[in-house]
């Protein structure tokens, strides 16, 4: 799998308009607009990219954080959703989980409470 720059900066904006998307829906829809419940973090993490590979210069210069940690470029909160509500937060990474895996990538959401 080969992307330019230009291609994964397109597939990151595509990614987190479908992740605002879906945590806004989510905000909306349980929660009433009300930011309330468990507060905590979400993100996706995209495994398999080795950092120093054609693919991995470009997810950098792309904007993509790599974490030395786990291994894999992870973007935080891709939602941009400013709630501290886990579960909206969760919405908004899965939505950008599924946009990278139909590119395909491994890509996988996470979360932790706050």
Not at 19 to 25: G, H, I, Q, R, V
Not at 77 to 101: C, L, M, R, W
């Amino acid at each position: 799998m080969e992307y330019t720059v230009d291609q994964i900066k397109a597939i990151v904006t595509e990614a987190k308009t479908e992740a605002k998307k879906a945590a806004d829906e989510f905000f909306q829809t349980k929660l009433g607009g009300q930011d309330q419940y468990a507060c905590g973090f979400a993100w996706v993490d995209i495994y398999g990219i080795k950092g120093n590979t054609k693919l991995g210069k470009a997810m950098k210069a792309a904007g993509i954080e790599r974490s030395d940690y786990k291994k894999c470029f992870s973007i935080w909160n891709p939602s941009e959703h400013g709630a501290q509500n886990i579960d909206t937060k969760e919405a908004g990474a899965y939505a950008a989980q599924k946009v990278f895996e139909k590119y395909g990538f491994r890509a996988y959401a996470g979360s932790r409470l706050d």
